[in-house]
């Protein structure tokens, strides 16, 4: 355990807790546009997995990184279009149908995987890693929080980006009014269905974007059900940021650290067992909500689906 | 943009000017009801034309079509002579239709700036000044003021109305629908809506003011439409009324309406039937309140038995608080309650209730029942585990059946059995089912929180008299309404509520009038007056 | 959110199952409806899953016919999916409770987990010291415990505190999960072989067999507690009041009821069954429990729950089905080289065809009335 203050513990942790964290980051950014048009979409954790394997087959294939998040874009928005003409089109219950997307989704993925992949494993080639001169050479945080890859960073300006959008657009008011009373909405003359729609299939975007990044550069391959609740982290993390982008990139840090504490106490040769330091994000999470769950403010029409003129 | 004040020059003919809504033969069913029944009708630019009907006449239906939430399913619509298809609410108001619905269409959480430009695309940023610029002018017009930073919610209702007026004049609407816009209102608040509509139509807009109060009907409208049971009973042009006064207008209104006479549907006084023995006892009550709900102190009240004590008071002021602490459904900060005698403050719900302090919600399906459930379980959903419907536990589904079917034989309920979930019945029937369970076994005293709300006129009437009835017997009747009307014609003594207190407890002298607006001004918080409350 | 029977989320007019087949529409036979809402989907079902089977280049057709053959059509088979039915028998009668009594009990794979670990880690301990069924009884009384224990932070979050119980559920069954195996590893490892895993409870002191097959009599023990659990929901004044406050939890407090009370009963119960449910696993089938062990049954019985409408005989009957689909592919995984996750893929296509298939009966419905 002396080892627990060096270069190498330090940068391992920090490089470890972004990594774990963006695909977190991303999860909770999807989740929480949903969630603030007023549909709760468990389904996200498929979204990511579908993600992560379209990431990871299209990376294989076509040998570009990029394209390979493009296909886990892809992957989770073909995903976010069932639930989309399932929960919003059609009005069935949000969370059975999550349950099933995120079921179904592991099952296929595993499938596939299986007959494609199973007898080789092949890795994907170490992601590029950006060179920000100056800050990519200070100690101990220079490389791990500058020398990531840009994607990193491109998911960090989705937060401002975000931000920006709900607060200053007509955007942000559309999705609360969504989430809050769709009746109101509908009368105004806005379209409940349609901003919907789109918070879902942003939040399928955002979903197979993260999962492509944990495939493609956390891991460098395809496991099945390589995502293992992050998904429901990123649920967690929209839900408690009570409609702020920051909050969910601070959430997503804090967590992402607790669960880098694995490798990194590793690193520092200590013999706390795996499992246990597995469970330190979750008890977070845990006692992140007991201490705060009750403030957790959630949209008065989550989870309802919106039928005009219903009597 | 033309504001306002430019549509003052505009010199429009009634016919054929900007906003003339042609309403052709419209028919519109629902599963089992015609709810609009070959209607014909005009609104034309200039006119506050009034649609007078009873709850359940298809005003809501027709209101529906006109702002593009349903479409007819015969017949069509016409805008300034051109038919018109208005599919959608963006339809709507695309044709210069506002519609204000009777329950807010605002979102509680957005400020008053983000709900006066909701529905605009969600690209754009709201414009800040320019709709600044143009609340000056409605300022100066219509007298509406509007703080626009606050939060809708924290608004009183009267001001969430007028932001649904604001809305409908920034778009530059034509044609203004109020649906049952008095309701939240106090007598001065419908006065001063009634002289806004008239500012309005003389802008140039059309006002379609929908409502059941017949007197409301005389004083706000140029022209009055009738419709009974969906179809069009008649119509009442502004020569016409112009003609008459205001006693004359209403017997024809109600001859349309009824087919019958004013006098069978007055307000007519009710004897009291008043005993000597005090039956309930608040001493002091106060609860708790919140960012929701408001908090009630210092209730001190005494109920006799055979005697109805009316609540007057503007909904949201502490009535359904009281009555819920009053029946033990909500925690108590201080005070006593007692019934007969016997402190209950302390007891549970089930406790009370078996000591005879019922409960009858106004809020039927959401609070008084479960929708999902035969009427049998409903009628017996607040003695669970008690026999002998249940015997150690286990029910026994023959005796609920027997007593739901009982029941239902007394209170005249229209419904096909017993096992038919209770979400499938009207609210009149909805409502005679809780009634019966609140009466059954020995009840004392009944708190009723609107009960006739929503209902047709035979139930109205039906329930107004079984209310007397039970008085009669020797209950205590607690009776809340937003209806000033109905506790004029039930209440020995009227309580008014406001802010959570009492403003006053006077005995319904048979003043008229004159006791209308004392207790106006009460519900607004004017006048303390406070009598004994003996 | 409340929980509705159908899977129409807060559908605009309310309509109760129960009443429906007693007063049947005129237009629309009830053996239409049936086809409509419950065998249609289940064939739907099954092509959609038989389209990926092909296109990873697996005959469908041997696929499923293997699997029909390996699980009902074969004596051993059969057995197997009998005894198979015990825990997920068990977890569906946890999954009614919560479920009829609008509580959403995502996290039934963690306590299913550490009721396991708990009869696991004591049973073994206390042969000879008692008799035969009490260190039976003592270990799912334990499983039970431990279950309930495991969820009384979702529960008081909920009951008090109005937190949503589908994430903290979830995220205690992760974390329970984790425990469970590092409870294997650390604390209960059984001192005398070299794999991670608790003391073996012997053959002759797990539950015993039902007469001469091999089938565990946790079966019959499965059975009565779904079928409890149906007639406790449906027959007596608890079962009411938990439905009730699943259904209107409005109504339930303008009735009288304490809603968190009730609330808290409902967690205790449903994570209680879940724990007995490990503990049927373990003391009936496998003796001892391996670290990393993680059947996951907990997921995959809520679709089945929903298919029945969350009626107790419906769920049994689904239950038999979808043991035999498990023990079929756990065998076709190693024959015909098609991992057992298909089975995910199927019951999510179940449920998908499911609700498809309500949707359709809804509209026709309201298209009548």
Known sequence: MSGLLTEAFLSSLFTGAIVAAIPMLLAGLGEQMSEKAGVLNIGIEGMMLMGAYMGFLVAFQTESLWMGFLGGILGGVLTAVVMAVLCVVLGLNQIVIGIGLTLGAEGLTALLHHFQFSRTYPRLPAPERLNIPGLTDLPVIGPSLFGRHLIVYLAVLAVVVLAFLYRRTNLGMTLRAAGERPAALDVAGGNVQGIRIFAVLFTGAMAGLGGAYLANIGAGLFIPFMTGGAGFIGIVLAMLARGRPLWVLIGALIFGAALSLTTALQVAGSNIPTDVIQMLPFAAVMLVLVLFGRRAKLPSALGAAYERGAR | MPNAAENLTENLLPETGAGTIGVHGVTKRFPGVIAVNNVSLTFHPGEVHVLLGENGAGKSTLVGILAGLQEPDEGYLSINGERTRLSSPSASLEAGISTVFQHSMLVPTLTVLENLTLGAPWYERPPRDRIAARMEELKRDFALSLPLDAITGELSLGQQQQIEIARALLRDSKVLILDEATSMLTPQGAQELGTRMQKLVKSGLAVIFITHKLAEAYRYGDRISVLKQGALAGEMGPEELKSMTEDQAVDEIVRLMFGREAGATSTEHRESTAREETVLNVDGLATQGDADVMGIEDITLALKAGEILGVAGIDGNGQKQLAEAMAGQRPVTAGRVTLAGEDITKATVAQRRRKGLRYLTDDRLEEGSVAAFPISENTVLKDIGQPPFWVNGLERPHRIAQHARDLIAKFSVHTPGETTPIGRLSGGNIQKVLLGRELSGDARVVVFNKPTYGLDLQNIDKSRQRIAEIAERGLGVFLISTDLDELMALSDRILVMEGGRIRGIVDNDGTGEALRLRIGRMMAGEEEHKQATE | ?369
């Open chain 3, 1 to 369: 959110m409340s929980m509705e029977e159908d899977m129409m989320s807060g559908s605009a007019d309310t309509e109760a199952r129960a009443a429906d087949s007693a007063t049947p529409t005129a237009e629309r036979s009830a053996f239409q409806r049936i086809l409509t809402v419950t065998v249609g989907p289940i064939i739907a079902a099954f092509i959609l899953s038989a389209i990926v089977l092909m296109l990873v280049g697996v005959n469908p057709l041997t696929y499923y016919g293997y699997i029909l053959e390996r699980s009902l059509f074969s004596g051993l088979g059969l057995q197997q999916t009998a005894t198979r039915m015990a825990p997920l028998l068990f977890l569906c009668a946890s999954l009614i409770i919560a479920f009829r009594a609008g509580i959403w009990n995502l996290g039934t794979d963690g306590q299913f987990l550490l009721g396991a670990v708990a009869s696991a880690a004591t049973a073994p301990l206390l042969v000879g010291v008692l008799p035969g069924w009490a260190v039976l009884l003592v270990g799912f009384v334990l499983a039970a415990l431990v279950g309930a224990v495991w969820s009384i932070i979702p529960a008081l979050l909920k009951a008090y505190q109005g937190v949503n119980e589908i994430i903290t559920t979830l995220m205690m069954s992760f974390l329970g999960v984790l425990l469970a195996s590092t409870l294997v590893k650390l604390v209960f490892r059984d001192p005398s072989t070299t794999v991670p895993q608790t003391r073996t409870l012997p053959v002759a002191d797990r539950l015993p067999r039902l007469f001469d097959t091999s089938i565990s009599s946790g079966l019959i023990w499965g059975l009565i507690a779904v079928v409890a659990v149906h007639l406790m929901m449906t027959r007596t004044a608890f079962g009411l009041r938990l439905r009730m406050v699943g259904a209107n939890p409005s109504a339930a407090t303008h009735a009288g009821l304490s809603v968190p009370l009730l609330t808290m009963a409902t967690f205790a119960l449903s994570a209680g069954l879940a724990g007995v449910s490990g503990a049927s696993e373990i003391l009936g089938v496998a003796g001892n429990v391996r670290a990393n062990w993680d059947p996951a049954y907990g997921l995959m019985v809520i679709p089945l729950v929903f298919l029945a409408r969350f009626d107790g005989y419906g769920a049994i009957v689904l239950v038999f089905f979808y043991s035999a689909l498990m023990i079929g592919s756990e065998s076709a995984a190693r024959r015909l080289g098609v991992p057992q996750d298909f089975t995910l893929l199927l019951v999510a296509s179940l449920l998908i065809c499911l609700g498809l298939g309500e949707y359709i009966d809804h509209r026709k419905r309201r298209k009548e009335r």
